[in-house]
């Protein structure tokens, strides 16, 4: 299983974190943000596949800036999948 963190920008989590295996996501965290939200996206998205995730979440915005923590969470998702096809 491989550990991943990731900065998020625009949003106020601060940082992501999660591992994957075989394409999965396990032990979903996300540092500061709307703590009930991304605890409830953390469950959600535990033993999923982050292809999947990823696809539903990108894109979601909040309070029209652009991006949100969901959508952060699917670009962090994005490059732990090409840093793991590498």
Known sequence: MKE???TPTGVCARKISFSL???RIYG???EGG???N???IGRLAEGQPA???AAVLKGNDCKGRG???ADQLSKALEQALAEAEQ
């Open 51 to 53: 292809e999947r995730i």
């Open 34 to 36: 709307c703590n009930g």
């Open 38 to 40: 991304l605890k409830a």
């Open 67 to 69: 991006t949100s923590c």
């Open 28 to 30: 979903l965290s996300f």
């Open 21 to 23: 295996e075989n394409g």
């Open 4 to 6: 991943y963190t990731y």
